[in-house]
């Protein structure tokens, strides 16, 4: 997803196909409106002011600020202070127009790992993509391209979480040599990679969650579109971990 060289101002008849430039422009404005490292996350900051009836809250616009936005939100959420932000009638009048996501969350489909809820955001605010194992594909690379690179967000961030049950079957599928059914089998294969053989029983399936996410992490990293925005310092792919038992959210260097 390159972005298209320049092209000459050449008068064109009613009839003639627009521009590649012409058509990202159109997909932006129809669709929207308009380097960090994993370690650095800060926890525990203090919360924001009572939500606003609007969005009158800027949008955080780099990744440190994007990432903050998560911090606080996590904090609300297992501290049981939540604000349910960005749901009222004035939000949703405004969001029909278009969006602003201020991160991506590429995470596992496990119910009890929703985004908007373990960060505690609402409507536009972020752009979830959700796969079993945070497995990626041409799909899933394509819609965190496209939040990247036609929305302009600032941060994604790989979320593994403890307890996974994509990371769990793949673990038993390897070391039973047992075909899992259907589909579910692509899962345990691309998450095979990231098994961490340096531990044992319960210890493989919580180590290699890490690991899991440290993978998506790099490979999102080296692709050429969002690695060039990552160096211009315009976007941080950082990887995380939801845990269930105390509901916090805490960086996977």
Not at 36 to 62: F, H, M, Q, V
Not at 214 to 223: D, W
Request: one cysteine or more; a negative charge; hydrophobic letters at 40%.
């Amino acid at each position: 997803m390159t972005p298209p060289s320049s092209v000459s101002h050449i008068s064109q008849g009613p009839d003639a196909a627009p521009s590649s430039s012409s058509r990202r422009t159109l997909l932006r404005t129809a669709l929207t409106g308009a380097a960090l490292t994993a370690g650095s996350w800060a926890w525990d900051l203090p919360g924001a002011s009572a939500e606003p009836r609007g969005r009158e809250k800027p949008r955080p616009a780099t990744p440190a600020a994007a990432l903050r936005e998560l911090e606080a939100g996590n904090r609300r959420w297992r501290t049981h202070h939540e604000r349910h932000p960005h749901e009222s009638l004035a939000v949703r009048r405004e969001t029909v127009s278009g969006q602003h996501p201020f991160a991506v969350v590429l995470g596992c489909i496990d119910s009890r790992v929703a985004p908007e809820l373990v960060f505690d955001q609402g409507l536009g605010d972020l752009l979830t993509v959700r796969s079993a194992g945070e497995v990626l594909d041409e799909a899933v690379l394509g819609s965190v391209a496209y939040g990247v690179l036609e929305l302009d967000v600032p941060l994604v961030v790989v979320l593994g979480h403890q307890s996974c049950g994509a990371v769990s079957a793949a673990v038993h599928a390897e070391q039973t040599g047992e075909r899992l059914p259907a589909h579910i089998q692509y899962i345990a294969d691309q998450i095979r990679p990231a098994i961490d053989h340096s531990h044992e029983g319960a210890a493989r399936i919580d180590a290699t969650v890490s690991a899991q996410v440290r993978r998506v992490r790099s490979q999102l990293a080296a692709e050429p579109d969002l690695a060039a925005r990552i160096r211009e310092g315009r976007l941080a792919i950082v990887g995380a971990r939801y845990e269930l038992t105390d509901q916090l959210v805490h960086p996977v260097d």
